[in-house]
């Protein structure tokens, strides 16, 4: 059973940086692609951005030159989201999201995480 678990979020002022990590467990062989979505109150779940087994990286014109989605060199099922100059806008839930994931056993599929709260506030 592959499992994402997300951490890191909290409270933070305006122009603040919060690190969320990610960390898929179970019997991994391969991930294609992780990503990092967000959803606010009222608002349909939205890409923040992803990053391919190959390395290659998108992010959604709302944060690019601000965040930064990575994976953990030492850590390869731990995917990484390091957020700077923080907007009140940038308040939602984040949920990573793991596509295309192939397990030891044979098996593949979609799995998402549970969520980690991020609040943009003075």
């Known amino acids: 059973q592959v499992q994402l678990a997300e951490s890191g979020g909290g409270l933070v002022q305006p122009g603040g940086s919060l690190r969320l990590s990610c960390a898929a467990s179970?019997?991994?062989?391969?991930?294609?692609?992780m990503g990092w979505y967000r959803q606010a109150p009222g608002k349909q779940r939205e890409l923040v951005a992803t990053?391919?087994?190959?390395?290659?990286?998108?992010y959604a014109d709302s944060v690019k030159g601000r965040f930064t989605i990575s994976r953990d060199n030492a850590k390869n099922t731990v995917y990484l989201l390091q957020m700077n100059s923080l907007k009140p806008e940038d308040t939602a839930v984040y949920y990573c999201?793991?596509?295309?994931?192939?397990?030891?056993?044979?098996?593949?599929?979609?799995?998402w995480g549970q969520g980690t709260q991020v609040t943009v506030s003075s």
């Open positions: 990053i391919t087994r190959g390395g290659t990286t998108n």
């Open positions: 999201n793991a596509e295309n994931v192939r397990t030891l056993t044979g098996r593949s599929g979609n799995y």
């Open positions: 179970g019997s991994i062989f391969s991930i294609d692609v």
